[in-house]
């Protein structure tokens, strides 16, 4: 299983999300000091989920952080993240 289908997994677990995508931006860090080919260790979350209804975006992100113990200490070194409540991507959609 690759590290992108496991923290795929474990968020769609603990959060329930009506919207999740995971991308692997690993191929963007080519060159990079600690850059290793087929690596997985650069990921972009957005996540739109009840659970971050009413709850600030720190509370959100250390929630997440929370889920992904494990996968943060053993080879994601960088992890970009949108966190929405329902609310909060519906206004977006609006907009757009």
């Known amino acids: ?9 474990k ?3 603990t959060f329930s999300p009506l919207y999740l995508r995971v991308e ?3 191929y963007q ?8 080919p087929g690596a997985e260790s650069h990921f972009s979350v957005r996540l739109v989920s009840d659970a971050f209804s009413g709850i600030p975006r720190v509370q959100r992100h ?3 952080y929370a889920c992904l113990e494990d996968e ?3 080879g994601v070194h960088a992890l ?4 929405l409540s ?3 991507a519906e206004a977006l959609n609006e907009q757009a």
């Open 1 to 9: 299983m690759t590290l992108k289908t496991r923290i795929e997994e």
């Open 72 to 74: 943060i200490k053993n």
């Open 11 to 13: 968020l769609r677990q």
């Open 80 to 83: 970009s993240l949108q966190t």
């Open 86 to 88: 329902p609310e909060e």
């Open 24 to 26: 692997d931006d690993s």
């Open 29 to 36: 860090h080519v060159g990079h000091k600690n850059y290793k």
């Open 62 to 64: 250390q929630k997440i």
